[in-house]
């Protein structure tokens, strides 16, 4: 019932920005702490950035400045503004809930090099 579909990735230039969008269905964002994370290859999944259902956010220290976590509760859709981007920044980003669901979407690829 519930699917999570990210999209927004690319390759960028070191330094350069993107915005990562999350489209959820049979899930109100509202009711729960939503988050972005993201796994590199050979890496752990991480905790990107998380956003309560009251709208407090908080960040991972690599990101922390640099990335927004941000929904639209109309469009039931997550966001994350990355700017200054870094080639460690480089993984698949995923969008579920925190603690998360067993269930991921296919995730979006971020790729940071010039």
């Known amino acids: 019932q519930v699917q999570l579909v990210e999209s927004g990735g690319g390759l960028v230039q070191p330094g350069g920005s993107l915005r990562l969008s999350c489209a959820a269905s049979?899930?109100?964002?509202?009711?729960?702490?939503m988050a972005w994370y993201r796994q590199a290859p050979g890496k752990q999944r991480e905790l990107v950035a998380s956003?309560?259902?009251?709208?407090?956010?908080n960040y991972a220290a690599s990101v922390k400045g640099r990335f927004t976590i941000s929904r639209d509760a109309a469009k039931n859709t997550l966001f994350l503004q990355g700017t200054s981007l870094k080639p460690e920044d480089t993984a698949v980003y995923y969008c579920?809930?925190?603690?998360?669901?067993?269930?991921w979407g296919q995730g979006t690829q971020v790729t940071v090099s010039s």
């Open positions: 579920n809930s925190d603690p998360p669901r067993p269930l």
């Open positions: 049979g899930i109100l964002f509202t009711f729960y702490t």
């Open positions: 956003i309560s259902s009251v709208g407090s956010t």
